[in-house]
Every structure is written in structure tokens, then in C-alpha cells.
């Protein structure tokens, strides 16, 4: 400890402390009082005089106003709760609560007892004495003391059953200031004294910058402050330059000396002090006294654990009795510097330490412990092993319960160390008094077993071999059954307890495998055979012994010799282990009867030149005389004679013979044949007869047999023979020559098959014969006809011998074209945003040709697919046998976008303001169908001026006007006209007679000089179901409306604008436009792949001089196959299909396009700017002041790209340039524009179509990048 102080000392802030709290204090001199009370203390107390708050029902909240008003042997009684110095409301951080003289304080009621008794010990810690005032949760207002005793205070003053928490003292504790500070500069008694009562109290979370963190007793300069604490935690306590939780100062001439018994010390901290208890006694005295105290986790960063203490000139000798100190770290984090002692001690009895504390005096039965008697690193309660438990001094402690209100001696018997008593019967450590056998040598399939003794609470054992555990090896006693030799090794057994594990010395187990043997004989006995030899094998080293029917048998080595059949054993033996085995001996010596048989028959023929002899009886069989051939048990003769055969058992030796006797009979017919004569074409067959008659009979190739006769039929001239079979199998052979003239003459047709068609209308068949004349199938005589109809002809040539020959040619193929196919399309032939298919039908085997005008789709063999919104003109012809059909009738087809309209209108407020005009003020919103993101410009004809304001609008109308029109404009959407009758509106609140609606008309592409029909009735509709009638505007010449429908030829090419008004009965209507263009008829179809025409979907004018233009090129000889499109230097090459978008420019009136099927390319000049600006087309005046913006370079090269701007001069313009997903690429922003402004965009890596949102503060525009 150090001992120079500088000018304004420690000592001088606790006298100007003192100043403070005395002149803040709320401590009333205690009035003598001769019958003792008990005031009432409650959180919610109604009773604003805390001196008649005698009663539960009549208590107040005023604590300390209870104690001030309390005399000399009055309680106060406190209730669960939270009470703060000064009150609830108090922000002073300078007042504190303060005890009294003969006044005891209770706390942890629940607020109805009517005894001390009463109070359950559990509730202690619910009544809080809180220096957290201000602002909760936020220690920077906190009180400095929560509780700070005056000088006089003595231990008949008791504070009992509270938590002490949130004090934040600067130069004395957070927690308690027990002030029994002397004169200042005095050495001798003062008489000063702070030493009061302190029990069942928790002091949690205080900290202080140069106190304690929770206690400070002061018995500085002659004074005294040696409190009592029983039952009391220090917990969570931390300090700056004081102890953790404790600072005990009698310095000087004091004396500071608590007592303090079943405390306990858990995680207090300091940087400079003790970590738990500084004890300061230099010139004066500070000996605390500690029975049965728990120390854990308390630690200082450069001092003592624990207890720090100096004696400097005075003595400071502690006393621990029945304590434990465990798991706390002092400077360097250090075990040793528990005890941090200068000319001071710690004298410890019954006390239990961390093995390698020093530094304090044994005073006798002080035990040491490496394991933490502790339930857990923050809980001071001893687990069930602990070394404390019945390990103290019952002698020094004399109180009946522990710190946790538990009887402080289990069961009265002898008490434990520490703050609290183990409440049970404690777990010993385990020792192994009698260890296993030092080992053993059995043979395989012995039962082992061998045994541990051991003294202890054990809770398992588990037996291991050679390191790894033995499956249900679980009991002192290791039993192996049936051992193995893979069961040898090393065996131990691990013996498991609450406090600890022993393991056991090693027991050696050998298992010697048993020998192995095999006996085989090489018998049976036979007629050959009559003695066998008995062989034994097995292990090397094995000994062998012998046994029959009769008994044991000599042998030599491993073999016997024996001569009777039975069944022999054999024991081989091997290190004391035995295997046995037996053999079995057979005797095999039936007698053999043989036997002998010819097959088919005993006699030899022409027909069965060879007998088969077959023998039966034995194994092996010798044939004699010689034989023709043996296999087996069977012989080939070819000769007649006696025959015998041996047959041999071969397992026995035993064999028998016997014979048969072969005869022979081979005498053949005498055969003639003659014909019955010569042969012509006219006497086309001659009889053949074979003699002698009854035989059987085999005529040569060529010869038909009549029946199973000795006749037979030829048709041609030659030799031919029979062939006479006897009974016996012998023939003979008789031939015959037949004579004439059947020479048949040759014939061909040249070619033999051809084939007609559109291109081969007629064939040529020439026919080639040897000799003779010829007539055709047709009658012709000629060598060579001409045929035009598909069919088989033939030719016929005859010979002079009256022979004929005739040949065929097929000829197939047609020249008549192919019907025309059958178009039909699915779904219909007009829909909305859905795609049409059309599928050609009657061309079965031949092959399909689109021709699709007002724009292109996907073929696919016979069926075609448009995808995108348009007026469409669709016919097919089919290919056959190189003909081609007429081209099928031209199918109309329609699909219609989703279109931008006023669909109503929803009246909001309509309000009289000028009675004799009619004047109303009308507010409403429009509904509208097909928006889009894009703003929406809104008007009313005459009555509002253009406007992209949101609704609802406000107008002023007067009921001569009770119908007005609205109009509605969005980028990409033609206009929408609304008539909305408001007049009806305001009389009613809603509209009776609703207007027509729309969902718009989409573009439409037409061909010059071909039927067009439009029926206005697929796009407008009456809500109240009334017949509706149509105006059309801007029709171009040839076409007109009728009725409903716009129909016609259209004459002439170009874009208009077509304004269409759908009007009810009651003169309400709706109107909106849409572009048509008529495109040019090429004159002469193309007879392949071509781009034949144009369909202009729309042009807009983007800024001076730069337009929109979105269109779709039409192809003929449409094949299926990807279509590559592309625009010379303004669009890369795509196989995406139209309609495609361009900004382009006046200067470059006219375009390329081009496009590639399969090796087909096909270009087409396309002037786009005659189209967007045709005779008599209205255009748009524009203004100088429009937004231009123009990308120098599109598609863009590189990571930069340069924009051209003009038309925003002085404004604010922002740039925003993002992918196709929404992500930012880049944006930037310019301030004030100049006339023209040229900027360059950094693109980074991104690639692909890139949108650039240019803005002013009254204008937009977006442009398309591309960045390949």
C-alpha cells in the first residue's frame, strides 16, 4: 500500500463527503420512546406521515422517514420492492439512506404478516435498496452511496433482508459508508464509532473510483467502524482504487476490525486494492475476523485476490476460520498473489485453500485442493465431492443457519467450511484396495475371469483391453466366456465415482489357439484294395493318437494302416490344448453281372449296314471279337459272327463276361425304266414306268411321281432315272431319255418402272425379244409405245414352236396438282394478348409454303405461330411429286394488345355554390384500364387544361354543360375520351346511364389492294348492356365504316392516325385512336426466302430531327427455320422475332434490312421516313425547348459512353443509367445545362441492353443502349 497522499489526500475527500452528507442527511435524532413500535414500509404505502404508518393497510413509502421517526427498540418493516434514496423522484446524487441507533430494519415481507416469524427467508433479496435514480439504467446519475451510517452508530443498529445495488461512490463506497472517522489530525481515541449490525444482506453491483466497491468502514484518525456481518454475499462489487467489495480502514489511530460470519465473496474486482477485502491498519489497527467465508473469482489487477493489508506502524492480522478460498487471481493474474500482506498477516484454521496459495499462516487443519469445491465458477455452494464438507471447527461458529438459511451443521453433525453447508450425505473419493491378477495363459474356449476391490462412492466401471473398452465389461469383475486367441492382450479396468476416477493395474491374458487336425483315409476297401492308410495333418508340432471300432491303434507319426470299414479318430495335441477329428472307412465288393444287347435288330441289311451292341453292369467294358467302333459301354459292328463283352467295376475290381450272336441279309432288286415319248409345247408332258412293280420308288429332279406308283411325270425334254428299293433295304437303278422341243423365247421392257409427274408427263417402254412376234397389254405391235396414264403394262412374244414369253413395267406417278391446303386456326382467328396457331391440313406426304403478310411467326411444318399483337394475312400451298398446289384461301388474323382507356369515373363531392346559375363544384376521379408506369396527361375538353397531376380533379360546371369530355394520354398508348355526365352524377350520387368503355384498338397493318375488315365491337363495350353507334376519323382512302365495321380495299400506302368514337342512347361516348398502316403488295411473290414488305407499328417523335420508329418486316418462303435479322449499321444480328424498335434520324431517310433462313439472305430498302410521314398526315410542331437526347455511337464500343443533350439550357438535368434488372450502372447529375451538353458514362463490365433515364424537372426521356 502506498502511503504518500498528495495535497487534497483521500482522507480530505472523505471529510469533504462527510461535509456533504451532513448537510443532506436525513437523520433525525432518535426520541425516546417507551413503548416500542413497528412502522409499515411499502412501495405503494398511502400514508404520507411515515410516523403513524403503523399498520400493513396504513404504511408509507418514505423509508427513511419510517427510520428517522422510529426510536431506540422500534422495527421497521419493509415490503418486496425497489426503494431509491429520497424516493422515486430524487435525482440528488448526494442523499443516501442511513440506519439508526436501537432501530432494527427488516426486509423481504410480502406485506401481510403480522409476526417476524412470518417473513419467508426467500423474499430476503426482493426488498432493493437502488442508487439507481435519474435515469434508469444509466449509472452516470446514480447515487453515490446508497446507504452512508453517521458516527455514533453502534451494532444495536440492524439492517436485515435487503439487496443493496447501483451505488456509484466516487471517494467512498457505492454500497455502504460507515463513517466512524476521528478528528481530523488526531492519533487518540475519539470516541467516534460506526460498527453496526449487518444480516441476511446482499451487496450487488456497487462501484466506487476511490472507495470500495461495496463497503467502506472508516476508522480513521482515532475513530472506530467494526461492524457485524452475518449471512451477507458480496457479489459483482468493483472499484478503481479501493477493494473489490470491502475496505477496512483504521489507519492512523483507528481501528477497523469487522466480524464478518457465512459471507460469502464472489466476483468482486480493482484495479489498485484488494479483489475482495483491503485491510488497512498502518499506525492503527485492522484484524477482521472471518469464520466459515467463501472467496471465488474475485481478482485485482495489481494487488492482492483477496485480502490486501498493511501493518505499516500498526498491526493488521486477519483471522480465517472454516474458510475457503478458491479460483480468485491477484497482479499478473497470478494464483500466489491471493494474499497480498506488508508488515501484516492472514492466520488460517479449518480452512480449505487452492493448491499453490502462500503467503498466510497455518494455523493447523488447513487443507489444500486443485479441484473446485464449488457447485460452478459462479456460485460459492459446495458440490457433493468437496474436501469442506464435515471438515471445520464447530467450536468457532456458534450460528444456526448458513447463508442460505439452511441449519449451519447437517444433521448436528461436524460443520463444513465455507458460507454455506452441503445439505445432504457427501460423495468420497474412490481407491482400489485389491487390483486384478497380474495375468493369465488359457486355452480357446476357457472362461477368464478376475476381479477389483475398491472403497468409495462409485457410480460405474468399465473394463478395457488394450486402451479400448470391453462391450458389457460394466462390473468390478471382468468375465470372459469362450475366449479366443484375438482376445489376449492387456485388460484394465476403469472404476468411475461422483468425486473422481482410478484406473487399475494391468491384467496379461494369453489365449493359446487349440491345434488344428484333419484325418482323410485313402479307401474304400475293394476287391483291388484290401487295406487303407489313415493320414493326419494340422498344426506344426502337434502329436498325434489313434482310435477305431476296436480301440487305440499303433501308429507311426500321422499315419495308421487298417483293413475293416468304420468309422477312426484322431487327437492332435499342442501346448496342452487338444482338437480331435474322425474319418470314415467304406468297404465296396459286390459281385458285376454283365449283360450284352443289338439294337435295332440282330441282323444286318442294305438298310442297317451297322448294329449298335450296348453292355450294362460295370464301369469300364472290353468288346471282342475286334469291333468297328467303342464308345463306353456301347459298339459298332458291320460284320455278322458271335460277339462278347467283359464289364469291370472299377471302385471294386470285381467284373463278368457274356455274348451275342449278329446275322446278315443284302440281296438287291433288278430295276428297268421306259418313257411313254417325245415332248412339244403342245404335248407338254411323257409318262415314266419303273419295274419291278410293289417296290418303293425314287424318281430323279424333274420327275413327278404319281402317287406311291412305279409312275412319273415330266414336262421337259432330258434324262432321267428311278431308283427300285426291296424290303431289305437293297436298290438298284434304271434310267430313260425323254426327247422335244420347249424352247421358250426371252422378253424385257425398258425401263421396267417409271414415274409421272408435273415435270415427267409422259413415259417410253421398248421392249427386246429373241425371236417371234410381239403384242402389247395396249394392242400395239410396235417394238416401242408411249403411255401418259399410271398403270402395269405387258408384252407378249410367240416363238415359231408355238412358245410364248411375257414381260411387265409399272408405271405410277400422277400429273395432277395438289388441292390447295385447309387453313384453321386455335385458338380463334382474333384474340387479346394470346397467340394464334394455324395449322394446314391436305397435303399428307408433301410439304408445306407460308405466306404471311402485316408481319412474321415461327413455322413449323404444317403449322404456323404469331406471337405478336397485329393485323395479320396468312395463306399456304403444298408441294407434291414436284407439283405445287394453288395457294389456300388467305386466312384474316387479329391479335389485340391490352390497350390504355377511361373505363369511368368516380364521383368524389358535388357541392351547389351559385343556385341561380346552376353552378356546381365537381370533384372525381377517372378509372382507367391498361396504364403503364409512364405518368398519365389528363384534360377536360374546355374545362381543364392538360395536367399529369394525380386525381381527383376539381372543376366549377354549370348544369347547361351537364356533359363534359375527358381525355387521357400515357406514353406507348393512344388517346382515351371519356363523356362522363356529371350533372346525373350529382342528382343521384352515382351514374345512371354509364358510358361506353374501351380497353383501346391496337395498331393495325394492313396490305395495299387486299380486303381489310375491322369490327369495332370486339373493342368497345356498354356497361348497361345499350346498342352502341360508331364514328370513325382518318380512315385513308378505300376504306370506310359501316355500322360497326371498317371494312374495304385500302388504295394507297402510309400511317394514319384512326380516331374511333363509340356513342350510347343517351349521348354518352368514349373514343380512343390507334396507327394503321397499309403496306405495299410486292407484285410478283418470290419463289424462296424473301423480305417482301413492311408493317410500320408505330413513330414517334422523339426531338427535333430523331424519331421512334417500331415495325415488323413481312417474309415470304417461310420454311421454319431461324430467321436472322439485322439493320446495316444501326442493328446487330438477332434471331429474336419483330416487332423492332430504332431511334433514328431525318438525315438517314431509308434503312436496310436484311435477313438470312438457313443459306438464304434476302435485303429490302425500307424509306421508314415517307411512312412516318405520309401525304396528308397531320404532323407534330416541335417546339425548340423539347428534351433531345441523342448517344453518339449506338450500339457502344468500349467502357464509354458519349451523350449528346440539348433542349434543358439552364435546368437541372440528372442522369440514371441501369440494366435490364433495375441495378444502377451509373448516375450523375449536372446542375446547370448549357445549350448542348455532351457527357461521357462510364459502363464499368456491364454488357447488353442498358436503359438511360435522362430527367428534367418537367420532361423525361429513356433511351436503349446496347453494349455488346
Same mark, same amino acid.
Given at each position: 500500500m ?10 480530505? +475527500?472523505?471529510?469533504l463527503?462527510?461535509l ?13 420512546n ?6 409499515y ?11 403513524t404508518? #403503523?399498520?400493513w ?19 421497521v418493516?419493509?415490503?418486496?420492492g425497489?426503494?431509491k434514496?429520497?424516493g422515486?423522484?430524487?435525482?440528488n446524487r ?22 417476524l416469524s ?5 423474499n ?5 435498496l437502488?442508487?439507481?435514480i435519474?435515469?434508469?439504467g444509466? /449509472? ?6 446508497v ?5 455514533g ?32 489530525? /488526531? ?17 450487488? *453491483?456497487?462501484? =466506487?473510483?476511490?472507495g470500495?466497491?461495496a463497503?467502506?468502514?472508516?476508522g ?12 451477507c ?16 480502514? *483504521?489507519s492512523?489511530?483507528?481501528t477497523? /476490525? ?7 465473496f464472489?466476483?468482486n474486482?480493482?484495479?489498485n ?12 489497527? =485492522? ?10 473469482n ?6 492482492a ?9 500498526g498491526?493488521?492480522n ?33 480452512s480449505?485453500? @487452492? ?14 485442493t ?20 464435515d ?8 450460528t ?49 475371469i478376475?476381479s ?6 462409485v ?16 462390473s468390478?469383475t ?6 479366443q486367441?484375438?482376445q ?5 479396468v476403469v ?13 496379461s491374458?494369453?489365449?493359446?489357439a ?6 482323410s ?9 484290401t487295406?487303407?492308410?489313415? #493320414? ?12 477305431g471300432?476296436?480301440?487305440p491303434?499303433t ?13 477312426y ?5 499342442l ?24 439294337s ?23 468288346f ?11 459298339a459298332t ?23 451275342? #450272336? ?5 440281296a438287291a432288286p ?38 406311291t ?13 428311278v431308283?427300285?428299293?426291296?424290303a ?11 426327247? *422335244? ?5 426371252t ?18 417402254l ?49 400429273t395432277?396438282?395438289?388441292?390447295a ?9 382474333t ?5 394464334i ?9 408433301g ?6 403478310l402485316?408481319?412474321?411467326g ?17 395463306s399456304?400451298?403444298c ?6 398446289? =394453288? ?8 391479335i ?10 368516380s ?20 378509372q ?11 384534360s ?8 399529369t397531376?394525380?386525381?381527383?380533379? =376539381?372543376?366549377?360546371l354549370?348544369?347547361d ?7 387521357a394520354?400515357?406514353a ?14 350529382c342528382?343521384s350520387g ?8 374501351t380497353?383501346?384498338?391496337p395498331?393495325?397493318?394492313?396490305? @395495299?389492294?387486299q380486303a ?15 346498342a ?10 378505300? +376504306?370506310?365504316?359501316?355500322g ?20 350510347d ?6 373514343s ?6 397499309a403496306?405495299?403488295?410486292?407484285? #410478283?411473290?418470290?419463289? *424462296? ?11 414517334q ?6 424519331r ?5 418486316p ?8 431461324p430467321?436472322?435479322f ?25 434503312i436496310?434490312?436484311?435477313?438470312q ?22 404532323? +407534330?410542331?416541335e417546339? @425548340? ?40 450502372v451509373?448516375a450523375?447529375?449536372i ?7 455532351r ?6 463490365n ?18 436503349k443502349?446496347?453494349?455488346p
Amino acid at each position: 500500500m502506498t502511503h504518500s497522499l498528495p495535497s487534497f489526500s483521500r482522507l480530505g +475527500l472523505r471529510m469533504l463527503s462527510l461535509l456533504l452528507l451532513l448537510g443532506t442527511s436525513l437523520v433525525v435524532q432518535a426520541q425516546s420512546n417507551a413503548t416500542p413500535a413497528i412502522r409499515y414500509v411499502r412501495t405503494d404505502g398511502p400514508n404520507a406521515n411515515p410516523a403513524t404508518a #403503523t399498520t400493513w393497510a396504513n404504511s408509507t413509502a418514505n423509508l427513511q422517514g419510517a427510520i428517522n421517526a422510529s426510536a431506540a427498540g422500534d422495527q421497521v418493516w419493509v415490503a418486496a420492492g425497489t426503494y431509491k434514496p429520497g424516493g422515486d423522484a430524487n435525482s440528488n446524487r448526494n442523499v443516501s439512506f442511513s440506519m439508526k441507533n436501537g432501530v432494527a430494519i427488516y426486509g423481504g415481507f410480502a406485506g401481510t404478516e403480522g409476526n417476524l416469524s412470518q417473513r419467508v427467508p426467500a423474499n430476503a433479496l426482493a426488498t432493493i435498496l437502488s442508487g439507481d435514480i435519474g435515469i434508469v439504467g444509466n /449509472s452516470a446519475d446514480n447515487s453515490y452511496t446508497v446507504i452512508s451510517n453517521p458516527r455514533g452508530l453502534t451494532n444495536s443498529a440492524v439492517l436485515d433482508g435487503f439487496l443493496i445495488t447501483g451505488g456509484t461512490g466516487v471517494n467512498n463506497s457505492g454500497g455502504m459508508y460507515n463513517n466512524g472517522l476521528g478528528d481530523y489530525g /488526531s492519533t487518540s481515541s475519539s470516541g467516534f464509532v460506526c460498527s453496526p449490525t449487518v444480516r441476511n444482506c446482499s451487496f450487488q *453491483g456497487n462501484s =466506487s473510483l476511490n472507495g470500495a466497491g461495496a463497503m467502506d468502514n472508516d476508522g480513521t484518525y482515532a475513530g472506530a467502524s467494526s461492524p457485524v456481518l452475518i449471512n451477507c454475499s458480496f457479489q459483482g462489487n468493483s472499484s478503481l482504487n479501493g477493494a473489490g467489495a470491502m475496505d477496512n480502514d *483504521g489507519s492512523r489511530g483507528g481501528t477497523s /476490525s469487522p466480524v464478518l460470519t457465512n459471507c460469502s465473496f464472489l466476483d468482486n474486482s480493482t484495479t489498485n486494492g484488494g479483489g475482495a477485502i483491503t485491510n488497512d491498519g498502518s499506525r492503527g489497527a =485492522s484484524s477482521p475476523v472471518l469464520t466459515n467465508c467463501s472467496f471465488l473469482n474475485n481478482s485485482s489487477r495489481s494487488s492482492a485476490g483477496v485480502i490486501q493489508s498493511d501493518g505499516f506502524g500498526g498491526t493488521s492480522n486477519s483471522v480465517m476460520t472454516n474458510c475457503i478460498v478458491f479460483g480468485n487471481k491477484g497482479n499478473g493474474g497470478l494464483l500466489q498473489n491471493t494474499f497480498y500482506m506488508s508488515q501484516a498477516s492472514v492466520s488460517a484454521t479449518y480452512s480449505l485453500f @487452492e493448491t499453490g496459495i502462500t503467503n498466510y499462516s497455518n494455523g493447523g487443519n488447513n487443507l489444500t485442493t486443485a479441484v473446485s469445491p464449488f457447485v460452478s465458477d459462479t456460485d460459492t455452494r459446495l458440490n457433493a465431492c468437496a474436501p469442506a464438507i464435515d471438515a471445520g471447527n464447530n467450536a468457532a461458529n456458534t450460528t444456526a443457519t448458513d447463508l442460505a438459511g439452511n441449519p449451519r451443521r447437517y444433521n448436528g453433525g461436524t460443520i463444513d467450511m465455507g458460507a454455506y453447508e452441503y445439505q445432504g450425505d457427501p460423495n468420497f473419493p474412490i481407491s482400489i484396495i485389491r487390483q486384478p491378477a497380474s495375468g493369465s495363459a488359457v486355452c480357446a474356449g476357457a472362461t477368464v475371469i478376475t476381479s477389483v476391490s475398491t472403497t468409495g462412492t462409485v457410480s460405474a466401471y468399465q473394463w478395457y483391453k488394450d486402451g479400448q473398452a470391453v462391450s458389457g465389461q460394466t462390473s468390478a469383475t471382468l468375465m470372459l466366456p469362450n475366449v479366443q486367441p484375438a482376445q489376449s492382450g492387456s485388460y484394465s479396468v476403469v472404476v468411475t465415482g461422483a468425486c473422481n476416477s482410478v484406473t487399475s493395474t494391468a491384467f496379461s491374458l494369453t489365449v493359446n489357439a487349440p491345434p488344428t487336425v484333419d484325418l482323410s483315409n485313402n479307401g474304400p476297401l475293394t476287391c483291388a484294395q484290401t487295406s487303407v492308410t489313415l #493320414t493326419a495333418s494340422g498344426t506344426s508340432g502337434s502329436t498325434y493318437a489313434f482310435s477305431g471300432p476296436g480301440g487305440p491303434i499303433t501308429s507311426g507319426g500321422n499315419t495308421a494302416s487298417v483293413s475293416s470299414p468304420g468309422t477312426y479318430t484322431v487327437t492332435a495335441s499342442l501346448n496342452g490344448c487338444t482338437s480331435t477329428t474322425t474319418t470314415s472307412v467304406t468297404s465296396n465288393t459286390v459281385v458285376v453281372t454283365a449283360t450284352l444287347a443289338a439294337s435295332p435288330s440282330t441282323t444286318l441289311t442294305c438298310a442297317q449296314p451297322t448294329l449298335t451292341l450296348t453292355a450294362s453292369g460295370g464301369d469300364t467294358y472290353r468288346f471282342s471279337p475286334n469291333v468297328a467302333a467303342q464308345t463306353g459301354n456301347q459298339a459298332t459292328v458291320a460284320q455278322a459272327g458271335v460277339y462278347s463283352v467283359t464289364a469291370t467295376n472299377t471302385a471294386t475290381g470285381c467284373f463278368s463276361t457274356t455274348s451275342i #450272336t449278329i446275322s446278315q441279309d443284302n440281296a438287291a432288286p433288278s430295276a428297268s425304266l421306259v418313257s411313254s415319248g417325245p415332248l412339244s409345247c403342245n404335248v407338254t408332258s411323257a409318262t415314266l414306268t419303273a419295274s419291278p412293280n410293289g417296290q418303293s420308288y425314287r424318281f430323279s429332279d424333274g420327275a413327278t411321281p404319281i402317287g406311291t406308283t412305279n409312275q412319273a411325270t415330266v414336262t421337259t425334254a432330258g434324262t432321267y432315272s428311278v431308283t427300285v428299293l426291296s424290303a431289305n433295304g437293297c436298290s438298284s437303278v434304271a434310267s430313260v431319255t425323254v426327247t *422335244g422341243d420347249q424352247t421358250v423365247p426371252t422378253v424385257s421392257i425398258t425401263p421396267t418402272t417409271a414415274m409421272l409427274s408435273c415435270t415427267a408427263p409422259s413415259v417410253v417402254l421398248t421392249a427386246s425379244a429373241s425371236a417371234g412376234s410381239l403384242i402389247w397389254s395396249t394392242g400395239q405391235t410396235t417394238a416401242s409405245i408411249s403411255v401418259n396414264v399410271a398403270g402395269t403394262y405387258s408384252v407378249t412374244v410367240t416363238s415359231s414352236n408355238g412358245c410364248q414369253a411375257v414381260a411387265q413395267a409399272t408405271v405410277s406417278g400422277t400429273t395432277d396438282a395438289p388441292t390447295a391446303p385447309t387453313l384453321a386456326a386455335a385458338p380463334a382467328t382474333t384474340t387479346t394478348n394470346q397467340p394464334i396457331t394455324v395449322t394446314a391440313s391436305g397435303c399428307t406426304g408433301g410439304t408445306i409454303t407460308w405466306t404471311a403478310l402485316g408481319g412474321t411467326g415461327q413455322a413449323s411444318g404444317n403449322t404456323y405461330t404469331l406471337t405478336q399483337p397485329g393485323n395479320y394475312t396468312l395463306s399456304a400451298s403444298c408441294s407434291l411429286n414436284g407439283c405445287t398446289s =394453288s395457294p389456300s384461301a388467305p386466312l384474316a388474323l387479329q391479335i389485340r394488345p391490352g390497350g390504355f382507356a377511361i373505363t369511368g369515373v368516380s364521383m368524389v363531392n358535388c357541392e351547389l355554390f351559385d343556385e341561380a346559375k346552376g353552378g356546381y363544384r365537381v370533384q372525381f376521379t377517372p378509372q382507367y384500364t391498361g396504364q403503364t408506369s409512364d405518368p398519365i396527361s389528363f384534360s377536360v375538353v374546355n374545362e381543364l387544361a392538360t395536367t399529369t397531376a394525380p386525381a381527383p380533379y =376539381s372543376l366549377r360546371l354549370y348544369t347547361d354543360n351537364p356533359v363534359i369530355t375527358l381525355v387521357a394520354a400515357q406514353a406507348g398508348n393512344g388517346e382515351a375520351r371519356f363523356a362522363y355526365n356529371w350533372r346525373a352524377s350529382c342528382q343521384s350520387g352515382t351514374s345512371p346511364n354509364r358510358p361506353p368503355t374501351t380497353a383501346g384498338i391496337p395498331n393495325q397493318t394492313i396490305v @395495299e389492294g387486299q380486303a381489310y375488315q375491322l369490327q369495332l365491337t370486339s373493342y368497345f363495350t356498354d356497361p348497361d348492356g345499350q346498342a352502341l353507334t360508331f364514328q370513325a376519323s382518318g380512315l385513308p382512302a378505300g +376504306l370506310s365504316l359501316t355500322g360497326s365495321v371498317i371494312s374495304g380495299t385500302p388504295a394507297q400506302t402510309g400511317v394514319s392516325t384512326v380516331k374511333v368514337t363509340a356513342i350510347d342512347p343517351g349521348g354518352l361516348q368514349v373514343s380512343t385512336s390507334f396507327q394503321l398502316t397499309a403496306s405495299p403488295m410486292p407484285v #410478283t411473290p418470290p419463289s *424462296g426466302f424473301a423480305i417482301v414488305g413492311v408493317s410500320t407499328v408505330s413513330c414517334q417523335v422523339i426531338g427535333a430531327g430523331e424519331r421512334q420508329l417500331t415495325f415488323t418486316p413481312q417474309y415470304a418462303g417461310v420454311s421454319g427455320a431461324p430467321i436472322s435479322f439485322s439493320v446495316v449499321n444501326e442493328l446487330r444480328p438477332t434471331t429474336e422475332p419483330g416487332p423492332y424498335t430504332l431511334r433514328l434520324y431525318n438525315d438517314n431517310p431509308a434503312i436496310t434490312l436484311s435477313a438470312q433462313q438457313g443459306s438464304a439472305v434476302s435485303t429490302y430498302r425500307y424509306n421508314w421516313l415517307s411512312v412516318c410521314n405520309p401525304t396528308g398526315r397531320l404532323g +407534330l410542331g416541335e417546339a @425548340e425547348s423539347v428534351l433531345v437526347v441523342r448517344v453518339l455511337g449506338n450500339p457502344v464500343y468500349g467502357n464509354i459512353a458519349e451523350v449528346e443533350i440539348s433542349g434543358a439550357s439552364g435546368q437541372a438535368v440528372q442522369l440514371n443509367l441501369i440494366d435490364m434488372q433495375g441495378k444502377p450502372v451509373h448516375a450523375q447529375r449536372i446542375d446547370q445545362a448549357g445549350a448542348i451538353e455532351r457527357v461521357r458514362l462510364p459502363l464499368g463490365n456491364a454488357k447488353g441492353q442498358l436503359l438511360l433515364q435522362v430527367s428534367t424537372a418537367t420532361e423525361r426521356r429513356v433511351i436503349k443502349l446496347l453494349k455488346p
